[in-house]
């Protein structure tokens, strides 16, 4: 079954990496924002290259304490 995206959803790369949030879905691909080491970054990826993150990977993410 193919995965189905949409905006807000957490997902991550198949072949690893920083769990991301879809901000958008468009012809061009899938718009993808993380944070990376304090910084926000954003990319296009395709769909076919996207899982989604498990639920205890994002609440995980949900419980990390964050820098004043």
């Given at each position: 079954?193919p995965l189905k995206l949409y905006r807000g959803i957490c997902v991550r790369l198949k072949?690893?990496?920083?769990?991301?949030?879809?901000?958008?879905?468009?012809?061009?691909?899938?718009?993808?924002?993380?944070?990376?080491?304090?910084?926000?970054?954003?990319?296009?990826?395709?769909?076919?290259?996207?899982?989604?993150?498990?639920?205890?990977?994002?609440?995980?993410?949900?419980?990390?304490?964050?820098?004043?």
């Amino acid at each position: 079954m193919p995965l189905k995206l949409y905006r807000g959803i957490c997902v991550r790369l198949k072949s690893g990496g920083p769990m991301m949030v879809i901000f958008g879905i468009d012809e061009a691909g899938v718009y993808c924002r993380w944070l990376e080491g304090g910084k926000l970054k954003d990319d296009i990826f395709d769909a076919a290259d996207l899982e989604p993150a498990t639920q205890r990977e994002v609440a995980a993410a949900l419980d990390t304490p964050r820098k004043p």
